[in-house]
């Protein structure tokens, strides 16, 4: 990770810069910062900074063996610590070593701007939290003991440090005041008042800010297939939240698959002489993975609601615009008294039986041929 893909964060990055070049880099740091910042992010480049054997006065080189490990998350001298909790692979003792190889894979499917949801869902945790236990606080007490393997520096990093047990912060006090040579420790924290005392006291505060409007913009601009306007839209939501923006832009895309294939699904169901096109396309259908299948059959679902709406005067409460709402609008006739019941419970079931793992080739087909004899009905005059 290199600072060139940091979001924003400029006067942060500065100072990091000066510290080096100025040989005074604090031995131990707490980068503090609100979700979608980027303080973990910052960490690591800031570690590949100070690791990298080429790099110039802004910025690691991205190439030599060093830097290549570090794009990687696995350089053998960068140890990580972040909250950890029990699930089907580890069942007792968890601790953040057992879960290393999800890690790596999580910071590379969100370029180290980590949540504490995203991690959860990526080690299937459901609704638990995660500690940094003693057992974490142990691990790195016999790491820091050894010598670095190939860099001049041995770098720990701490990704959500208030979420660390008491007992695991007071075994490691002695630690962040006093490490041993050629070690750097970098916290990064989202709450303050969350970290004992006893941990603030011993590490150089750095603060970082949330983002601005215009760089979440110009980032979900350049990085995403967003339009100005609609990346403007996001950015005023997000509140200086990456990661909250991304998820936006994300979900409005997909609503906009599933309007897009729903639509398409529907007309084929209509007219289903057009045997071939609907087959490809439940066949389709039961290829895109279970999380997808489901948001779009809950898109069906929200469609027959909003047809309702319509049917009954209600659009103002319609929650959509342009060729969605043409749509959901044009579609209403179809749904009626005599079938609107029969089409949602469908539609629930459907959902129902993709969580418990149906064969998806056989569902949709037999769901479309169903949804389209209701959708033939007619209420009795
Ligand atoms: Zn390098």
């Known amino acids: 990770m290199q600072f060139s893909s940091i979001i924003g964060q400029k006067e942060v990055i500065k100072k990091l810069l000066t510290s080096v070049r100025e040989n005074r880099v604090a031995h131990t740091q707490l980068l503090l910062g609100p979700e979608g910042s980027g303080c973990l992010a910052l960490s690591i480049a800031f570690a590949q900074y100070v690791t990298c054997k080429n790099r110039t006065e802004t910025d690691s080189c991205g190439a030599c063996p060093s830097c290549v490990k ?21 069942k007792k003792d968890p601790k953040s070593l057992l879960f290393l190889n999800d890690w790596r894979e999580y910071l590379t499917g969100c370029n180290a701007y980590a ?3 995203g991690w959860y869902d990526k080690i299937k945790v459901g609704n638990k939290q995660g500690t940094i236990y003693t057992r974490d606080a142990s691990d790195m007490a016999k ?3 050894l010598k670095p393997y190939e860099a001049e520096y041995k770098i720990f990093i701490f990704w959500m440090a208030e979420k660390m047990h008491e007992t695991a912060s007071n075994k490691l006090l002695k630690t962040f005041e006093e490490p041993p040579q050629k070690t750097l420790i970098v916290l990064t924290a989202e709450k303050y008042e969350l970290l004992l005392p006893t941990v603030r006291s011993r590490t150089q505060l750095i603060k970082v800010p949330k983002l601005s409007d215009e760089e979440i913009t110009e980032e979900l601009f350049s990085s995403t297939q967003a339009e100005e306007e609609e990346a403007k839209d996001i950015a005023l939501l997000a509140g200086g939240n ?10 409005a895309k997909e609503t906009q698959n599933n309007f897009i294939i729903f639509r398409k699904w529907l007309r084929l169901c209509f007219r ?6 609907l087959n490809s396309l439940n066949a389709e259908l039961a290829r895109i993975g279970r999380e997808r299948q489901k948001s779009f059959l809950g898109y069906g679902l929200e469609t027959v609601h909003n047809s309702i709406l319509h049917n009954q005067g209600n659009e103002k409460y319609v929650k959509k615009s342009g060729d969605e709402l043409e749509f959901s609008k044009r579609f209403a006739p179809f ?32 769901l479309s041929f169903r949804i389209s004899d209701l959708l033939n009905k007619t209420p009795a005059q």
Do not use: C, M
């Not at 990456?242 to 979900?251: K, M, P, Q």
């Open 335 to 366: 749904i009626n008294t005599a079938n609107q019941a029969d089409i949602y419970q469908l539609l629930n079931q459907a959902i129902y039986h993709v969580e418990r793992n149906a064969h998806g080739g056989i569902l949709f087909s037999d």
């Open 242 to 251: 990456w990661n909250l923006a991304i998820e936006t832009y994300e979900n």
């Open 272 to 277: 289903p002489g057009n045997y071939l096109k």
């Open 115 to 117: 949540t504490q949801s």
């Open 143 to 145: 790491e820091i003991s």
């Open 70 to 90: 570090f794009e990687k998350f696995s350089h053998p001298d960068l140890h990580f610590f972040f909250p950890t909790t029990t699930n089907d692979a580890v």
